[in-house]
């Protein structure tokens, strides 16, 4: 049994009140790890530590290279340390090993990627509008930042957080997920090996509900990086709203990948597979809802079952795993709900469908229904597992109807040989991603975000970075 402690102010400590919260294993369903469970009064010691960093210690006095060196080292840290950055996301959130070792080498590039623009962040000199004035903007860090972390990629997800608002000079509090909060303890501990002083990242572990919100409402922070639910993240943008604080919300999905019948089958099948049970579905950008032409329909889907059977469900540890356990048991119980609702609508299952009780852990079959139309709930809300719902299409208008027919925006895929029709689609798309002959690819360098209820602002890629500063206009006469 691991026991965590939380990290403010540079010290190692447990919750002011002692409480713990239990971290489940959901391959062998036993306890591994305790992590405090934080009150009000550690959420406060942290953000005042965090503000205390920024206005009296040495992180606001650095020079944008020496904060550029920091995060290098960092990034050479997390790569020494990708076996048990690995290995404790693969405990905690059941997540593929090898997928995380690929996710782990991603959040050191991340990291040289954000010390790479640490020292170009650079001010203007707008030409004077009189004489005898000089004019000139400064960027400026925009102070204390809390960072709200998910369970499903919590340690990539923080990153995309921590890193720009530490190259524009933030100071930060990480509020990792109730359900997984060990990679993101383990990646504090690289912090302090990287020397960051202390209080420049203070990570407290709890219930959103308890000191997620005593963070956003605390009056010492100036913005919030949320990933999370959209429930929650309407709550948090409320709160912060009530102060005019920054928000950046990445949120949930359910996203179209549309296959015209002039795509290469097996591309668009291997791309629908890879978009739906890849981690099992738990990802926001799961292609959940594939839009298939009417004249390829039954073909595609017989491929589709032939590849998705046969894909290796068990031990998230080993090399040979394709698909591993569900992360908790309320998303389990609440994916197996989300089936009995499409039976119950009229869908019509074509495979899985049911939990898979003979590998013990929280495993559901990859799961695909047909005779789906888009009104249905399966095709209307985030599942967030490994259930597909296929829906047929006539023409080109039809599939753009169907897939901007929905309240989110965060991704979509589409499958042709036809790059005129890919142009057309691809502008069309209501969406914060869009992949041609290809799905879930994802970069450090490329933008990445929501439009409608999927999100505000992005991470990655240089305007990543902006979303961490404010601009300030100077006036000094002569
Ligand atoms: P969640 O909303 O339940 O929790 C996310 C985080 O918010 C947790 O740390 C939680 O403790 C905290 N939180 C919850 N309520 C809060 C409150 N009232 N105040 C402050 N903090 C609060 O989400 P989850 O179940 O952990 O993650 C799954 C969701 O995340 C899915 O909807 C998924 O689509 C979304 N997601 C989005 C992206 C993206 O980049 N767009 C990436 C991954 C996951």
């Given amino acids: 049994m691991q026991n965590y402690q939380m990290l403010i102010d540079g010290q190692w400590v447990d919750s002011c009140s002692t409480a713990t919260l239990e971290s489940i294993n959901p391959y062998t369903g036993q306890v591994w790890a305790k992590i405090p469970r934080a009150q009000i009064e550690d959420a406060d010691a942290a953000v005042r530590a965090a503000h205390q960093a920024l206005k009296r210690g040495p992180w606001g006095r650095l020079t944008a290279g020496a904060r550029s060196m920091h995060l290098r080292k960092l990034g050479d840290l997390i790569t020494s340390n990708a076996e048990t950055l690995a290995r404790t996301e693969v405990q905690d959130n059941g997540k593929l090993y090898a997928e995380m070792r690929a996710q782990v080498n991603a959040v050191a590039q991340m990291a040289y990627f954000f010390a790479g623009l640490a020292d170009k962040i650079e001010g203007s000199v707008p030409p004077p509008d009189r004489a005898g004035m000089l004019t000139y903007t400064r960027r400026e860090p925009v102070g204390v930042v809390v960072c709200i972390v998910p369970w499903n990629s919590p340690l990539a997800l923080l990153a995309s957080k921590a890193f720009p608002a530490l190259a524009a000079g933030c100071t930060l509090v990480v509020k990792p997920s109730e359900h997984a909060s060990a990679s993101s303890l383990e990646f504090g501990r690289l912090l302090e090996l990287a020397g960051f002083p202390p209080g420049v990242v203070n990570i407290v572990t709890g219930l959103g509900a308890e000191i997620g919100e005593a963070l956003v409402s605390h009056p010492l922070v100036a913005k919030i990086a949320f990933t999370g639910g959209e429930s929650s993240g309407q709550r948090v943008n409320e709160l912060a709203a009530r102060d005019f604080k920054g928000v950046t919300m990445e949120l949930g999905g359910k996203s179209p990948n549309i296959v015209f019948d002039d795509a290469s089958l097996e591309d668009a099948v291997n791309g629908a597979v890879a978009g739906i049970f890849g981690a099992a579905g738990q990802t926001c950008i799961a292609g959940s809802r594939l839009l298939v032409q009417a004249n390829i329909h039954d073909e595609l ?178």
């Fill in 301 to 478: 889907v017989a491929r589709l079952i032939a590849v998705a059977k046969v894909a290796r469900m068990g031990d998230p540890n080993l090399a040979e795993t394709q698909i591993g356990p569900i992360a908790t048991k309320p998303q389990y119980q609440k994916i197996l709900e989300y089936i009995q609702i499409a039976k119950d609508e009229g869908a019509n299952c074509v495979l899985g469908g049911r939990a898979s009780k003979e590998l013990g852990g929280l495993f559901i079959e990859p799961t695909i229904f047909t005779g789906i139309n888009n009104d249905m709930r399966i095709a209307r809300e985030e599942v967030f597992g490994p259930v597909l719902s296929i829906i047929k299409f006539r023409d080109e208008a039809e599939a753009l109807s169907i897939a901007n027919d929905t309240v989110y925006g965060l991704a979509a895929g589409v499958w042709t040989q036809n790059m005129g029709r890919a142009f057309r689609v691809v502008n069309a798309l209501e969406a914060g991603t869009v992949w041609v002959n290809t799905y879930r690819a994802l970069g450090v360098h490329m933008p990445f975000g929501g439009v409608k209820r999927s999100g505000l602002g992005r991470e990655n890629g240089i305007e990543a970075i902006e979303g961490y500063l404010h601009t300030k206009s100077v006036w000094l006469n002569y």
